[in-house]
């Protein structure tokens, strides 16, 4: 009787019609997109007042998402020089391709094993809308639509651990998917190959699922290492000691640098 007196007083007026993304996570989010699609470049410093101005939020909530990104690998916080976008070496990318084979491997192959027909149905319109984004050049499009295909996948391969060991990397994996794709005759293999992964997955069978999915993630490896080597054998270009291009983190900036961009797209 009290639960109905309750239920005509209070009625739906709690109901929670959306869930509000909390404010730290937001500006976690912004920065970090705008590294991964260099809108602020490898090695720029990030100066907090600039931060905070383009923003639009206090110094606390900057400095708390630069410590996140931080954790990331995405920024380096230097004494006496404060932080900058982290510049990712060769033998870090080599590493993170080595994870990348093993647990992407096992995330395809226990995919197959353990998904739901409704994860099919995710990872098949996730797919879709990469190679949709692929065939029409644009990279930043496709390459956001990526990361929605390996959500996917590693929700469907219930295995929380795999996610949580790839997500301090997955900003790093975004720039070196871009790097890969960046390399002359990449795209067009790399789409073949997640077509290849996709016909593994669908036809149920986990042992082609694990070795087409590794051997995407290791030929992607060669062409984005290939053009670390490439960079070592041209003269560095000189760098301002400010964040160049910072102001580009707003909505007008990210239109730009997609429009720069749509010379590549597909998986890595």
């Given at each position: 009787m009290y639960m109905d007196a309750l239920d005509k007083i209070v009625g739906r007026s709690l109901l929670i019609t959306r869930k509000p993304v909390p404010l730290r996570n937001e500006v976690i989010e912004r920065l970090r997109s705008a590294i991964?699609?260099?809108?602020?470049?490898?090695?720029?410093?990030?100066?907090?007042?600039?931060?905070?101005?383009?923003?639009?939020?206090?110094?606390?909530?900057?400095?708390?998402?630069?410590?996140?990104?931080?954790?990331?690998?995405?920024?380096?916080?230097?004494?006496?020089?404060?932080?900058?976008?982290?510049?990712?070496?060769?033998?870090?990318?080599?590493?993170?391709?080595?994870?990348?084979a093993v647990l992407e491997a096992l995330a395809a192959e226990l995919f197959v094993e353990r998904a739901t027909e409704e994860d099919r149905q995710r990872l098949q319109v996730a797919f879709a809308a990469g190679k949709r984004a692929f065939e029409r050049g644009d990279i930043a499009g496709s390459l956001d639509e990526w990361v929605r295909f390996y959500d996917a996948l590693f929700a469907g391969a219930r295995n929380e651990s795999i996610a949580v060991t790839l997500w301090p990397l997955?900003?790093?994996?975004?720039?070196?998917?871009?790097?890969?794709?960046?390399?002359?005759?990449?795209?067009?293999?790399?789409?073949?190959?997640?077509?290849?992964?996709?016909?593994?997955?669908?036809?149920?069978?986990?042992?082609?699922?694990?070795e087409t999915c590794r051997t995407h993630v290791r030929n992607a490896a060669v062409y984005a290492l290939k053009s670390f080597d490439q960079e070592t054998l041209r003269p560095a270009k000189p760098t301002s000691g400010r964040a160049r291009g910072t102001t580009k983190v707003k909505a007008g900036g990210e239109k730009r640098a997609r429009k720069n961009g749509k010379d590549a797209g597909s998986a890595s």
């Open positions: 991964c699609k260099q809108l602020l470049p490898q090695g720029s410093r990030l100066i907090e007042r600039q931060l905070c101005e383009m923003l639009g939020v206090s110094r606390t909530l900057v400095r708390e998402a630069l410590r996140q990104l931080e954790a990331e690998g995405l920024v380096t916080i230097m004494p006496n020089r404060g932080p900058s976008v982290a510049v990712l070496d060769r033998e870090t990318a080599k590493g993170i391709y080595e994870v990348r997955m900003g790093r994996i975004y720039m070196l998917r871009a790097r890969s794709l960046s390399m002359p005759d990449r795209r067009a293999a790399s789409m073949k190959e997640m077509e290849a992964i996709m016909e593994a997955i669908l036809g149920r069978d986990p042992a082609r699922a694990w």
